[in-house]
């Protein structure tokens, strides 16, 4: 990661008191509390906490606050104090089938066992700006959502029955952590989804957006879309067994394709999956959806060169970070290198004006040449 060079220290204390100046903005007006941003602003929380890794709203919500509304910024202020934190253990995978749904949905079954939940979305919304939220008063009754017990099964299992869906066996190692060990290609699937789920959400939109348009024939139909609680458990060696230490929110999206067959895979299904921290639907149809485009090569398919298709553009320029580093250090001084690329270029004027001199006294003296032995003649 670039970061600034120490240089002109005086300048810098003062750019950085100019900073918490704009940051706080007009103290007429009420300063914003991390506890308005993290229930207010949940979105944004749960954008950071996922592309930053860190399941914290209260420290997501400060990094927020601090970067002025910066998202990048505030993904980079919590990976930095990610690295500060002691790792104690590390958590059985989560059962997303135990799910508390706050919204559960389906483009490919209406009577979805479990049945449909909209829960708190945009999709229905008209779009039209609310007034009522500039008078500072509140918009409505909040309804209590319903929470069905037990589990709720995938959707997706109701395929598996009738051997349409390709059957993904689940591996017996434990998956390398690229929070951290540093991205190596080729990257198997665990892997590859680690870094989708990182990635910057507009990246994967985009990607995304273009298999849908035909760059990787992908046509992809949601099977299912779910948001709730889910509970992590970490396994105690002197107890035996795993205990739960608490619940997080998480987004999970299952993607079905169409797959022709192969050699020796008959035609059936495919699946690409999308698994967030939070709220962010949005980013989790994303990643299920280039997900399955970078499985080509694991299901015999074709590359058809589409950018989804190719493991390393995706996976190299997703991460945000380090995409922020690498641009914003071209900003900070480049004194020594740009002189030398500005005597580079005086050097090679030079030259070719000297050339270009040399050139048109040769063809001058060629026609002085021919007209004195024209006068000869005559």
Known sequence: MYVAVKGGERAIDNAHAWLAEERRGDPSVAELSVAQIREQLTLAVNRVMAEGSLYDADLAALAIKQSRGDLIEAIFLIRAYRTTLPRFGGSEPIDTEGMTCDRRVSATFKDAPGG????????????????????????GEVPTAEHADGSTPHIMSFLDREDLLQSEPAGDETPPDLTRTP???PADRALRLQALTRGDEGFLLGMAYSTQRGYARNHAFVAELRIGAVA???DIPELGFAVEIGEITVTECETVNQFQGSKTEPPQFTRGYGLVFGMSERKAISMALVDRALRWEELGEDNVGAPAQNEEFVLYHSDNIKATGFLEHIKLPHYVDFQSELELIRKLRREAQASSCDTTAGASGGSLSAKMKTEAAE
Do not use: M
């Open 183 to 185: 991205l190596e290609l």
């Open 116 to 139: 449909q939940v909209l829960g708190p979305t945009f999709d229905y919304t008209h779009r039209l700006l609310d007034f009522k939220l500039a008078a500072d008063g509140e918009v």
């Open 232 to 234: 992590v458990e970490l």
